[in-house]
């Protein structure tokens, strides 16, 4: 398994408006994700959807509250 990198809220945000990253809210539920978006960020169901699709050598981050 994979160890879990924290990306800083300010290191997340400068890569996203760079387009060098995309962040995705971790939460399957539609309500949650309207409540608890951030700035840039796309569904989980969205990620699924483009998944097979996206550059393998971006990064991904993933959050969650």
């Known amino acids: 398994?994979?160890?879990i990198i924290r990306v800083s809220p300010e290191a997340t945000?400068?890569?996203v408006l760079k387009d060098e990253a995309?962040?995705?809210?971790?939460y399957e539920d539609p309500a949650k994700?309207?409540?608890l978006r951030l700035e840039g960020a796309i569904s989980f169901g969205e990620f699924r959807e483009r998944?097979?699709?996206l550059d393998k050598g971006?990064?991904?981050i993933?959050?969650?509250a």
Request: charged letters at 20%.
């Open 1 to 3: 398994m994979s160890e």
């Open 13 to 15: 945000r400068s890569k």
């Open 22 to 26: 995309i962040l995705v809210c971790a």
């Open 33 to 35: 994700y309207s409540a």
């Open 51 to 53: 998944a097979p699709f």
């Open 58 to 60: 971006r990064e991904i």
């Open 62 to 64: 993933f959050y969650c």
